[in-house]
């Protein structure tokens, strides 16, 4: 799956393509407008990848100081920008995995 298939399926779909990873499913919910379903997806995973997540999710929300210890955890550089362009960054990053 591309990153432009998987930001399709969000305008297109009722629920996620079956073969996303948690992570990416809690992505897919974000951009759906659904931030408590993402969130619950990636708190329910521990990998690095899903600590990158939720770091991405803490700071959407505005809490910077628990977004920044999901950064630490994920060894990833605190998020800026706009939300969606951080949110296609780490798509496509996991799509190439």
Do not use: C
């Not at 399709?8 to 073969?19: C, K």
């Not at 800026?80 to 798509?91: L, Q, T, Y």
Request: aromatic share 10%; hydrophobic share 40%.
């Amino acid at each position: 799956m591309t990153l432009a298939e998987f930001n399709e399926s969000v305008q297109t779909r009722d629920e996620p393509p079956p073969e996303l990873s948690t992570t990416l499913q809690a992505l897919w919910w974000d951009a759906k407008g659904d931030w408590g379903r993402a969130h619950r997806l990636a708190q329910s995973d521990t990998s690095v990848n899903a600590s990158w997540v939720h770091a991405y999710l803490h700071r959407k929300e505005g809490d910077e100081t628990n977004a920044a210890y999901w950064y630490a955890k994920a060894v990833k550089p605190m998020g800026s920008g706009p939300f969606a362009a951080e949110r296609d960054r780490i798509v496509a990053a996991l799509l190439e995995e």
